[in-house]
Each structure stands twice: as C-alpha cells, then as structure tokens.
C-alpha cells in the first residue's frame, strides 16, 4: 500500500461508527446507574408504603406534576436561569481581575487576598437577607449569585497564573517580547486549565446563588415557587423544581466544559494521528 492510499484511509478510520457509539454508551452507563437506581428504589418505596401525596409523591407523580405543569415551570426556569449565567458572568468577570491582580502584586496579595478566602466563613443565607432591602429582585439575585461563584475563579485563577513556569516567560523576554505580549500568549494560557476547573463549580454555584437569593425576596424563580408550594403542600411541585435545578445545573457545567474543548482543545484530543498509533 503507497503513503497515499494510507493517508487516505485516515478518514474512514477516524469516523465514529456503530462500535464508537456503543463504546461512548458504554461510557455513559456508569454514571446513569447511580441516579436510575435511586429513582427505582424511591419507586419501590412509594409502592409498598404507599405514603401520602403530600408527604413523598412517587417518581411517576413527579413525572405528571412536570408534565402538567410545564409553562408555569418553565416560567419561573427562566428567572433562575437569567440569575445564574449574570450572576457567573459577573463572577468571572471580576473573580479574573482580582486573580490577575493578585498574582501581580504582592501588596494586593498581602492586602486582600487573606479577606477573600475569610469572606467564605460568613454564609451566605446570613448576607442574602440583606440584598433585597438595599436592591431590587433582580441586582440581588445577581450579586448573590456572584458572591457565590466569586471564589473558586478567584483561588483557581491566582493557583493557575502562579503555577506557570517563570522560565518561560524570562526566555521569551530575552527574545524581545514584551510583558504584555508574555501574559497574552504564554502565561494566561498556561494558567487557563487551572481557569477552566474554577469556572465549572462557580457555573454550578452560580444556581446555588440564583435560588437561595429567590428564597429572600423575588416574585418569580424556581426557588419562589418550591418555597410556594413548599407552604402548600405541594410536595411534587418541590421535587419538579429539583429536578429542573439540578438539570440547569448539569447544563451550566457542561457548557463550560464545552467552552473548555474549544479553547483547549490539545487537552481532550491527541496530536499523535491515529493510524500512527499501532
């Protein structure tokens, strides 16, 4: 066979077929087993014991409850998901800054960096009370969500903007670049796995943020209504709203993770081809 005829093989080896997807299914089901076998064991339970409504609806009144109640759900989804993806953008946005800064100098190192990690040792549910008496629903939910998400960008981004190698950015200055040419091109990304991991719990945080600003003071979110239907009883309610708040923020995470195989791609893919690997 002629290097031509391999090189073009390359392709038709490199497709997924039916044995890919099996194995990636294959990959999936693990993680499926954990939550398909507690929603059967919760089943189980609702059957034998046969418990009031009002008290543990079964999976399958969960399931009704979402179906019929679906435009008031998704409703009150879509404050909670506005409040989170503002609340992670202002987040990251200022969790970055104080990261670079940070790691920059050493007299804001000295100076804040100590109160940011002592900030987590307040609890939120102490502070959120407040945010409603001095602000609107929505800059509230906002700034609770950030509060939240702050941190991990904040420690993840000043561990990974530290951890790069001084050498590199020495070497690349005795060749003429520049510091700001440097910090764009080598030290930030060098620094942005460490980024990445940060981003995907404050994009879960940030929901945990969302809700328990609605549970303070707001008149939509999926953290209102649970806390309605809480007052009244409607146990099926509560659980619809958890699943769509964990489904959010499954979501949350994958998309970051998705923004991190775009940015950084040479971390999920080799660059060895694969018709070199045998």
């Keep these: 066979m002629t290097t031509a005829d391999r090189l073009g093989a390359v392709p038709r080896r490199s497709r997924p077929g039916a044995a890919g997807l099996a194995r990636r299914a294959a990959r999936l089901l693990p993680a499926l087993l954990l939550p398909l076998g507690g929603v059967a064991a919760w089943q189980l339970v609702a059957w034998l014991a046969d418990p009031r409504p009002w008290l543990l609806p079964s999976p399958l009144d969960v399931l009704r409850t979402m179906a019929a109640e679906h435009d008031r759900l998704w409703f009150h989804a879509q404050g909670t998901i506005r409040g989170s993806l503002l609340g992670l953008a202002l987040a990251l946005a200022a969790g970055l800054a104080l990261a670079v800064g940070i790691s920059a100098s050493r007299a804001l190192d000295r100076a804040v960096y100590p109160w940011v990690v002592a900030s987590q040792a307040i609890p939120i549910l102490a502070v959120a009370p407040l945010f409603p008496i001095w602000l609107d629903y929505g800059p ?73 600003a609605e549970y303070v003071g707001a008149d939509r979110g999926l953290g209102y209504l649970s806390e309605i239907a809480t007052g009244q009883f409607q146990t099926d309610v509560v659980f619809a709203c958890i699943a769509w708040l964990g489904a959010i923020g499954v979501a949350l995470f994958g998309l970051v993770t998705l923004a991190e195989r775009l940015v950084l791609p040479y971390r999920y893919r080799s660059t060895r081809p694969r018709w070199r690997t045998g």
């Design 140 to 212: 509230s939910q906002l700034l609770v969500a950030a509060l939240i998400a702050f941190f991990p960008i904040v420690v993840t981004g000043v561990d990974g903007l530290r951890a790069v190698d001084p050498e590199i950015a020495r070497t690349l200055r005795t060749l003429g670049a520049g510091r700001l040419w440097v910090w764009r091109h080598a030290t930030f990304p060098a620094a942005l796995p460490a980024l990445f991991s940060g981003l995907r719990m404050a994009a879960v945080f940030s929901v945990t943020g969302a809700v328990v």
